[in-house]
């Protein structure tokens, strides 16, 4: 019924999902099963008195099931099973349990009964500091990172900030050495951006930094450059072409910089091409050098080229052509997307003669179903052809969304 040896040998954590799990199950009459098991049952029943009883017998078991099920039981939601799961768990505790049990307490933790738990890591977190700073459950590792500041060294501290793989974890420790007014230099070199914005303010030099390729260092480095009087875009034209400068010249450049950016959207590196119909949205958004990058092989570079064309006419034949089954799938895309922002009309034409594509057919279908909960009326006409293949579509789709399409038809004749 129960596999048990299975969940002792697998992640810790699982005990905490599995209690849930457990109470949610429907036992069928005459189910049975192992004395073992009875007892695991009753640990996580809805029931607080089977609950309550099964702790106490938990509580002298030496099954190694024992220990995490009172680990639960100690944030349980009625306060005498907790309080008897809590004495009969810490009298099981010691140094080598509680690292392994340490991913399922970081779970417990989140269960907000009372602080009993945060009060239990923190208690044992000087022992266990190592084992807690690697933990795999994201966000109890970085609750040990915060919880541990004070116990780590600056060095440490420093290696966290400048290697760790999780930028929350990097930001924690380098804005913990800004605090103290250390390494930084060492933080604006290579931590998280939040944390290398900071250290840019301590350690002035910001020219240096205006083509960062991080945004918000690129930006902080803007506005203290025009704190003290001069021009970033002054000083990008200067520059030779690189991700950093053309994305710094975009946002603080004026219209006569689009030039160097459209020369710039026939780079051979997609980021720079990417930077350039950036900049060019903001400096220039009557260019009309960015629609042939519609069919860019970049996926990102095509996305911002949507982004340029939003609200500009492109012609509904063009998008249609890109729409065809041997373009890139991100094209196709880019394609549906500027269709549907034509008008409602062309959004539920587009959507209906995507609904069978096998790419494209998902979000032809969310995007149908958004426009019937949304949309309330239509206050235009489709042209003949266009409702005659409306009219065509709806011959194969649901018949409530048919009949919803056909409503909105009938609406429109008489306007």
């Not at 989140?110 to 239990?120: N, P």
């Not at 923190?122 to 084992?131: A, F, I, K, S, Y």
């Not at 807690?132 to 919880?147: C, I």
């Not at 206050?379 to 709806?394: I, S, V």
């Amino acid at each position: 019924m129960l596999d048990l040896d299975l969940l002792i040998a697998g992640d810790v954590r699982r005990w905490a999902d599995f209690d849930v799990e457990l109470r949610r199950t429907y036992w069928p009459a005459g189910t049975r099963c192992t004395p073992r098991e009875a007892l695991v049952v009753a640990a996580c029943s809805g029931d607080g008195y089977l609950r309550e009883a099964a702790v106490h017998r938990l509580a002298v078991s030496s099954d190694p099931e024992a220990l995490p099920l009172l680990l639960i039981r100690c944030v349980d939601w009625v306060a005498p099973v907790r309080a008897a799961a809590r004495r009969a768990a810490v009298s099981k505790l010691d140094d080598s349990s509680l690292r392994a049990m340490l991913p399922l307490l970081g779970v417990l933790r989140r269960r907000q009964v009372d602080d009993w738990m945060i009060a239990l890591l923190r208690e044992n977190l000087p022992g266990l500091l190592d084992v807690a700073l690697a933990l795999e459950d994201r966000e109890t590792r970085r609750w040990a990172h915060r919880e541990a500041l004070g116990l780590l060294s600056r060095e440490r501290l420093l290696d966290i900030a400048t290697r760790d793989e999780d930028f929350v974890v990097r930001a924690i420790a380098g804005t913990a050495l800004l605090d103290r007014g250390e390494c930084v230099d060492e933080a604006l070199a290579a931590g998280a951006p939040k944390v290398r914005m900071r250290a840019l303010t301590m350690a002035g030099g910001a020219e240096e930094y205006l083509a960062d390729p991080t945004s918000a260092v690129r930006s902080m480095a803007q506005a203290l450059v025009l704190k003290a009087g001069g021009d970033p875009a002054a000083h990008y034209r200067t520059l030779p072409d690189s991700f950093g400068v053309l994305a710094g010249l975009g946002e603080t450049g004026t219209a006569g910089d689009a030039e160097r950016l459209e020369r710039a959207l026939s780079h051979d590196h997609p980021r720079i091409r990417r930077a350039a119909v950036r900049g060019l949205r903001r400096i220039a958004p009557e260019s009309t050098a960015v629609l042939p990058l519609l069919t860019d092989p970049s996926p990102a570079v095509t996305r911002q080229v949507v982004e340029f064309l939003r609200g500009k006419f492109v012609e509904v034949a063009t998008l249609r052509e890109l729409l065809a089954a041997d373009r890139p799938v991100h094209t196709r895309r880019a394609a549906a997307a500027l269709l549907r922002d034509r008008d409602t009309w062309v959004r539920l034409h587009t959507d209906l003669t995507l609904l069978a594509d096998a790419d494209l057919g998902a979000d032809a279908e969310q995007d149908l179903h958004a426009c019937r909960q949304h949309l309330i009326g239509v206050y235009t006409k489709p042209t003949a052809r266009l409702r005659a293949e409306l009219e065509a579509a709806c011959d194969d789709l649901d018949p409530a969304m048919a009949r919803w399409i056909r409503f909105l038809l009938s609406s429109a004749q008489y306007r």
